[in-house]
């Protein structure tokens, strides 16, 4: 198996006011499985990064959802909510592992 | 009655006025009144400095110790100076402000200008030697004392007008002026395109973005941009509220630009290492499949080579050139593949073996694509970055050095014809009389008292001649007499005066006069004194003198 993104991950909004409370956010990409010989289900993981107090929802770092991945890309989306000061922050970052805890692809959400 | 006493002819004053002149010229030919007040710089400009070392005084001509416009119309100061001939054509007004005009180069855009002021001309050359050495006519200490400074923006014709302090005469002055012009735009991009692709992969960290990470990097591109233009003598000034100004710890802007470089500059890093994997993946199941299918050297020169590499992040921050996709779509191969598919149909293990290339073909190309995206939406938020910094760079400025002028304000001391009014002690009648009012520093009557009154502004000592004295209580006679005492005869008046208005003055002194023996059987006169107080104008000799020749 190999997964990949073949996208941005790209946050809607790109943008937030800090202090971040239940800041609903959802994060898009594509990915696919170019060794796959068929669609799977693979478990997919959203990360905050560790050093900064952001959490989602229920006070973790990390969320993930299943999806059924194959050698054609598939749109992925999560729809999360993040708490948190994030204060001296300028960009938080968010990454996308597979359930290998491999990083398929991260981007940085600006903090005003 | 005293008032029919002060009713004289106009003859007699006239002719004591007329007395008073030559007693002047006199006066001056035999170097009396000639007070030694200037320094000892020639008057003459072609004349070379007396050494060597002396730089020759640019300025000002001509030097004939007359007054000029600028020294006498209120309103009308300008001096006029000439970079390009490194020279001040005017000459410099003394004790009146005045404005430093001229044109300057296209491009400057602010015009700096300091004046030192010495005392010697061995002082000057030093003081422009080293101001010469300075880009900012400051330096560390320089070898004057500064009298003026002032700043212009220059006008769209290239003009400009500083305005300059009322300057004492007898001195020496060098005027110092700093040029200072925007970074030029096509100096500046790309030395922005690298300072981003220098800072950029700064932002590009495992984790977040600190906001001190952020105010490093915006300092650190400060600093890069302060330097713009190696070479030059001073780096760039960033004014105060411009995006890079240090002196703000944090600008809200910068992040606003920062952020759509770095999502898809992240993007890029993990998609170079899709596609080098999935090239890694093609070149290996290339190899495995040439050992069981014969691949024809157009395939294989059509397939992707080991050094197809993508280009470099940091080539979409420094470059203008879009991302080929073309290089990458590897149409040729794509198709070849195909035609090598229908040629292998009924054998299912080559079948399978050419459909793991086109698999791993389409992984190469797709990665390529979703890199070329992130390519031009880097490159396009580095051209925003850029504008953006063009534009505030606009306001970015250096320094182009100093030019130095120098000029003297060598005077003579004033000498001034004044007429009016004495009142002797202890005599009957009020005498008119004219003379001579020596100052012992020039004086521009133009300069207001107010601001320019000193005791030396002021002061004069006076020489005059007077009308009749008469007195019969006294037996007065004058110190001249005529035959007969025909004609007007005269006294002589020995005093100072003080100036209360630019033109009016009062005095006092000793009227000495002659005075006969109280004794009728004795023939015989004395020279005796007696004080005064007067009331006078001041009259100014050279424009007598012009008036006369």
Known sequence: MALAATSDLVPDPTSAARPLKSKSFTFTVDVMDDEATRPKKVTLELRLASSNDLVFTGGSKSVSQDETIGKVPVTVTFAIKISGAAANLGFFRVTLFDDADNALMACLVRLE | ?549
């Open chain 2, 1 to 549: 009655m005293p008032s029919q006493r002060l009713q004289p002819t106009i003859a007699p004053l006239v002719w004591t006025l007329r007395a008073a002149v030559c007693a002047l010229c006199a006066a001056l030919s035999l170097g009396v009144f000639t007070v030694a007040t200037v320094s000892a710089a020639p008057q003459d400009t072609t004349t070379p400095p007396a050494t060597p070392a002396v730089p020759p005084l640019t300025g000002p001509r001509p030097q004939q110790d007359t007054f000029t416009a600028a020294d006498e119309a209120p309103g009308s100061r300008n001096v006029t100076i000439s970079f390009t001939d490194n020279f001040i054509a005017d000459r410099l007004p003394f004790d009146v402000p005045f404005n430093v005009v001229g044109t300057v180069q296209a491009g400057v855009r602010r015009l700096e200008l300091t004046v030192y002021r010495v005392s010697g001309r061995t002082d000057l050359a030093a003081l422009i030697q080293y101001l010469q050495t300075t880009v900012d006519c400051v330096g560390q200490k320089p070898p004057g004392r500064r009298v003026s400074g002032s700043a212009a923006n220059v006008g769209d014709d290239n003009h400009f007008s500083l305005f300059v302090n009322a300057l004492d005469p007898q001195n020496y002055y060098a005027f110092c002026f700093v040029g200072v012009t925007p970074v030029p735009n096509s100096e500046i991009q790309n030395d922005v395109r690298r300072i981003l692709a220098a800072m950029v992969p700064r932002l590009d960290t495992e984790g977040d973005i600190s906001l001190d990470l952020l105010k490093d990097v915006r300092a650190a591109m400060s600093a890069r941009i302060t330097a713009l233009g190696a070479g030059r003598p001073v780096g760039a000034t960033i004014p105060p509220g411009n995006l890079f100004d240090t002196s703000r710890p944090n600008d809200p802007r910068f992040a606003l630009l920062v952020g759509p470089l770095v999502n898809p500059y992240v993007a890029m890093g993990f998609q170079t290492t899709n596609y080098n994997r999935a090239l890694q993946k093609l070149l290996s199941d290339l190899a495995v499949a040439r050992t069981t299918i014969a691949i024809t050297s157009d395939l294989l020169d059509a397939l992707p080579q080991v050094d197809s590499r993508l280009p470099s992040r940091e080539s979409a921050i420094t470059g203008t050139a879009a991302f080929d996709q073309s290089a990458f779509t590897f149409a040729s191969a794509r198709t070849l593949l195909d035609a090598a598919l229908k040629s292998v149909a009924g054998r299912p293990a080559d079948l399978a073996t050419l459909n793991l290339l086109v698999d791993d073909l389409k992984a190469v190309v797709t990665f390529a694509t979703a890199y070329g995206g992130d390519y031009d939406r880097l490159q396009n938020a580095a051209t925003a970055l850029v504008g953006f910094v063009a534009l505030e760079a606009r306001s970015v400025t250096v320094t182009l050095g100093s030019s130095v002028l120098s000029a003297d304000l060598a005077r003579n001391a004033y000498v001034s014809l004044d007429a009016g009014i004495a009142y002797p002690w202890r005599l009957e009648n009020m005498v008119f009389y004219a003379g001579t009012n020596i100052y012992f520093r020039p004086i521009n009557k133009a300069a207001p008292l107010r601001y320019k009154g000193t005791f030396l502004h002021r002061f004069a000592l006076t020489v005059g001649v007077t009308t009749t004295v008469k007195d019969e209580s006294r037996r007065v006679e004058d110190l001249r007499t005529t035959q007969n005492n025909q004609d007007t005869s005269n006294s002589l008046l020995l005093g100072a005066g003080f100036r209360v208005t630019p033109s009016l003055r009062v005095g006092g002194g000793v009227l000495v006069f002659k005075e006969t023996d109280p004794n009728p059987l004795l023939d015989q006169t004395s020279v005796v004194v007696t004080p005064y107080v007067s009331f006078t104008a001041d009259v100014n000799v050279a424009e007598i003198f012009r008036s006369l020749f």
